[in-house]
T-cell receptor, first 111, second 114 residues
Framework: EDKVVQSPLSLVVHEGDTVTLNCSYE??????LLWYKQEKKAPTFLFMLTSSGIEKKSGRLSSILDKKELFSILNITATQTGDSAVYLC???????????FGQGTILTVHP | NAGVTQTPKFQVLKTGQSMTLQCAQDMNHNSMYWYRQDPGMGLRLIYYSASEGTTDKGEVPNGYNVSRLNKREFSLRLESAAPSQTSVYFCATCRLTKNTGELFFGEGSRLTVL
């Protein structure tokens, strides 16, 4: 059975802090790992990683994948209150769109 | 540009009632999906449709049926609702990239079964 586990489940920080969110996975015929940000409604796409060791970066967010150790991390530097959200990690195999999601990490950033 | 549109956004049912959640997309994607989201459990796949005319079960299909009406529309039906089906339901489409796919989600439908 495919499985994705995120840690920590929740995190409270202050503006300006740096956070690291973790995601480990066990997925048959793994092809990709995706990170989503979910505020009040629909998850919105952040990153998709398919290759080990190649960092993806978007502003203050970055992510990297380790296919040997079967995990990914999402880093957020200089956090802002607008970063408060649930961050979802998902892993996919050969069937596109059939993703296995982790439980999510609830990030709260205080001013 | 609407993307993925779900209706209704909120619904309250009594146990045993039936209802259909509607999903329509204007992204011209072939694949469509229904996920449910429950606290502490992430999103779980209920059913999916890889292309018009095909549907397949996901991780948690029991108690649900689906119809892929055409390329744009994919509906989810609860024939006899149960309290365990209280959840937030998300419809999604998949944009295929080089070797994999990225999901685009609708805004969700919050269903409560009393």
């Amino acid at each position: 059975e495919d499985k994705v586990v995120q840690s920590p489940l929740s995190l409270v920080v202050h503006e300006g802090d740096t956070v690291t969110l973790n995601c480990s996975y066990e997925v048959t015929n793994f092809r990709s790992l995706l990170w989503y940000k979910q505020e009040k409604k629909a998850p919105t796409f952040l990153f998709m990683l398919t290759s080990s060791g190649i960092e993806k970066k978007s502003g203050r967010l970055s992510s990297i994948l380790d296919k040997k150790e079967l995990f990914s991390i999402l880093n957020i530097t200089a956090t802002q209150t607008g970063d408060s959200a649930v961050y979802l990690c998902a892993a996919g195999g050969t069937s596109y769109g059939k993703l296995t999601f982790g439980q999510g990490t609830i990030l709260t950033v205080h001013p | 540009n609407a993307g993925v549109t779900q209706t209704p956004k909120f619904q309250v049912l009594k146990t045993g009632q039936s209802m259909t959640l509607q999903c329509a997309q204007d992204m011209n994607h072939n694949s469509m999906y229904w996920y449910r989201q429950d606290p502490g459990m992430g999103l779980r796949l209920i059913y999916y449709s890889a292309s018009e005319g095909t549907t397949d079960k996901g991780e948690v299909p029991n108690g649900y049926n689906v119809s892929r009406l055409n390329k744009r529309e994919f509906s989810l039906r609860l024939e006899s609702a149960a309290p365990s089906q209280t959840s937030v339901y998300f419809c999604a489409t998949c944009r295929l990239t080089k070797n994999t796919g990225e999901l685009f989600f609708g805004e969700g439908s919050r269903l409560t079964v009393l």
